[in-house]
Structures are given as C-alpha cells and as structure tokens.
C-alpha cells in the first residue's frame, strides 16, 4: 500500500456493519484503511464488501494488552491522520447477561485504542457512542443532558469509555463524539432488523421482544455516514465535540416497522407474536428521541426521518 503520498486512518470494528462502510467511503476517498477486528457475529461475509486496494487487515482483539504493541509494531512508520473506534460488544442484550462482554469487548477496547493512538502520535479520534448512555428520558435529548445514568451494561461502558477519551485530551487534540440512534441497514449483523428477515425467510412464528409499542429513532447507515463525514471535516475550536446523530423526530414504533415489513414485502403467511412488557429486555430502553439541533445547524442538509430510513432499509432487505 502507498501509505506516503495518501492520507491513512485505522478504522476498529472494521468488518463490523457501520465499519465495513466507512472503510469503503473512506477508500473511495483516496485514504488508505487500516481496519481491525476479530471477527466476531457474521462479520466475515462484511470484511468480503470492502474494497482490496488500500485495505489492510488485522485480526486482533482489541481488549487485550498485548495487542496494542504487536498492532503498533507492524504500523509505526505511518502517518495517521485518524484513528476511528467502532470496535464494540453490540448485542445489547447479551450484554446485559454477562457484564464482562461489556467491559472487555466495549470499554477495554477503547481504553486499548487510546493506548494505541499515544503510541502513535494520533491526534484525531472519532468514537462511535451511543443513545444507550442517556439511559431513560422525557424529553428530547441534547448533548449536554445530564446527569447521565445509563440502564443497560452496554451504556455504561460507552458512558466509561467518553470519560476515558475525556481524560485523554492532553495526548488526542482532537476528540469527536458521535451518540448514535439504532443504525440500520442492508448489512447488520445483530438485532431486530436481523432477526426478524431471518425468521420471515423460514417461515417461523416472529416472537416480538416487548409489546410492540417501543418507539425509537433510526437512521440507514448511509445517510449517517455523510452526516458523520460531513462533520469531520469541520475545524473546531473546543478539544471534544459531542454529537447526536440521528433524526430529530420521535421515532418509529415496533408495530409500524412490522406493518412496513408486511406491506413493503407482502408477507402473507408469518405470524407475529407480542410480549405483554414495554421493554423487550433488560437495558432496553423503550421510547427516547433526540435533538439534533447541533449536527442540524452544522450539515446544512435534509435529515431524513426514522421512517425514511426504515423504508429505504425494508426495500434493501432480501428476503
Ligand atoms: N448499529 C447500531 O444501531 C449502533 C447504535 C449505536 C452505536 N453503535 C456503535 O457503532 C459501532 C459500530 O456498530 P455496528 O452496528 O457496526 O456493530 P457491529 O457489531 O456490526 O460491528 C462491531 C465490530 O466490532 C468487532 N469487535 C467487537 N469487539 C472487538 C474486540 N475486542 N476487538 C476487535 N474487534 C472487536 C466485532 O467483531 C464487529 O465486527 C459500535 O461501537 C456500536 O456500539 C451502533
């Protein structure tokens, strides 16, 4: 790979949804991608979609020590201009069965990916958070609600991980933030819009986790990745940026994106069955949405609605 005359960025939880996207607007970008992973879920198959030329791949887990030397060792001539962690646990529920995923795969991670940005002299850090740190919430949320008190194992280790990077601005002049909504599109790899084509596919009866009226903000991976990039290439004057990222509408409900599934791909046979709880699991958080007047004033652009954003993915889906 030319790494001298081309800019170059490390992109972690690269064969992850989000990840194995950036990495090809980034390519496409004239950069050179450095992606880690280790490959966990169906993220193979997502490694395979990223483009071969200016792409190298290193398979390590990023919540062990060891790993931040050996990756360091075999980068530690190249100029970076950015380092982006996406590197997470992100089955949420799983997450919150067993803490330990959390702290290893979610918080030690970036703790790791700091270590590594020192090392190397990086002084830009993009980190993907999450909605998940507000935990429950009345209002429209602002970045700077607070105090923020997660309810999920999931949150409270982004929530760790922002203090972490927080802590680390003498080293990282530039930190940016970006809480995201659910991210969805054609590629996921965990949850409902996962599941729910898979089981339609055979035909099984659909268990819904919770009673169907969970209301929440989505937004395709597409449109978030030009907002993301759009607000990357700003200057600004404070150290860390925080960002939410996603629409500022109040969300779509489960038995909407079903009803969207029956008719956008009319289902016949499938039958959907709901839980009498409001929250499908523990750490679920059932209803939130954001303001989003910060990312509004900044990008200039339509934002599309949760409901866009379904539709678009429902299309993209084949079932
Ligand atoms: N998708 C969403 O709805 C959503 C919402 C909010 C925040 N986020 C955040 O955005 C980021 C990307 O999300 P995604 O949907 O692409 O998730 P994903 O699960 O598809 O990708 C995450 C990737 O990280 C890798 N990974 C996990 N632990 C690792 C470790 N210890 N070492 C190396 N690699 C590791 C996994 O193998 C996976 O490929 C994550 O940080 C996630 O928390 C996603």
Redesign the pocket.
């Known amino acids: 790979m030319n790494h001298i005359n081309k800019k170059n960025v490390i992109i ?10 950036l990495a090809n607007r980034l390519i496409t970008n004239n950069y050179n991608v450095y992606g ?8 193979q198959n ?2 395979k979609k990223i483009a071969k030329h200016n792409f190298s791949y290193f ?6 020590e060891k ?1 931040v030397n050996i990756f360091y060792n075999k980068i530690k001539k190249i100029h970076f201009e950015s380092y982006w ?7 949420i529920q799983k997450g919150s069965e067993n803490s330990n995923i959390e702290l ?3 918080f ?2 970036s703790y790791y990916s700091v270590k590594i940005c020192e090392k190397l002299n990086i002084q830009k850090f993009c ?6 740190i507000y935990g429950e919430t009345r209002n429209k949320i602002k970045e700077t609600h607070g105090p923020i008190l997660p309810i999920s194992n ?1 949150g409270a280790m ?1 929530v760790a991980s922002e203090a972490f990077l927080s802590s680390a601005r003498f080293q990282i002049k530039d930190i940016l933030i ?7 599109g054609p ?5 409902f819009f996962y599941d729910i084509p898979n089981k339609i596919r055979r035909n099984d009866i659909v268990q819904i986790l919770g009673n169907g009226l969970q209301k929440k903000p ?2 395709h ?1 597409d449109h978030l990745l030009k907002i993301i990039l759009k607000i990357y290439k700003i200057k600004y004057l404070k150290n860390i940026n925080i960002f939410n990222v996603g629409p500022g509408d109040s969300g779509i409900t489960v038995k909407k994106i079903i009803n969207l599934f029956i008719s956008l791909k009319k289902i016949k046979n499938t039958k959907f069955l709901f839980q009498h709880k409001k929250n499908g699991w523990q750490g679920d958080v059932a209803k939130y949405k954001f303001n989003n007047s910060k990312i509004l004033k900044l990008c200039k652009f339509n934002i599309p609605s949760s409901e866009e954003s379904v539709v678009k993915t429902i299309k993209e889906i084949k079932l």
């Open positions: 972690t939880g690269v064969a992850g949804m989000i990840g194995s996207n880690i992973d280790y490959l966990e879920f169906n993220s997502l490694l398979n390590l887990d990023l919540s062990l790993n962690h996406l590197a997470a646990n992100s089955d290893r795969n979610t030690l991670s980190f993907f958070s999450s909605s998940a999931y982004k970006f809480r995201l909504p659910n991210v969805i590629d996921v790899t965990h949850g989505f937004m991976v």
